[in-house]
């Protein structure tokens, strides 16, 4: 509250002007200077990206654990939030067993995995007659370049 009062008097005071005009030039431009009353622009408060609350005072571990082969069984347990959040341990215990059984139906059918790994090809070739073309056509155009080793 004090700090918006003192804005509010910066701002409604006019800028105190000395009554009698200064000789120097020079001098009269830094009491204008002086004087002039600065406020701040319009301040706008972000919301983070992350809808996490910064803790100041949390738990920060400077060790950072490489993900190794254990990872990836591990899963952390849910919070309670996310429990209640989820229907509760009945539902999610449900969830979970659906979810063993259709794991151990897909290993047992031997069926793609959803989510696979790419595979790269070579890139494409030219055959000698199409070299032989883009050859000429480039003979013909001008700043066209040839790649080396053709």
Known sequence: MVLV???HAQQASPPAVDPVPAADPAADSAA?????VRTLEEVRALKPEDDTPLDLYGFRNP????PNRFSRSWSEPPTPE???RSGGYVLMGISYGLMAAAK?????TGGRDQI???IARPPPELSEDQRRRALRFCAQQEGCQVPPGD
């Open 104 to 108: 151990g139906l897909h290993k047992l």
């Open 32 to 36: 204008e200077s002086t004087d002039a």
């Open 63 to 66: 060790v950072k654990v490489e």
């Open 82 to 84: 996310q429990v209640s």
């Open 116 to 118: 696979q790994s790419a």
């Open 5 to 7: 009062g003192a804005a």
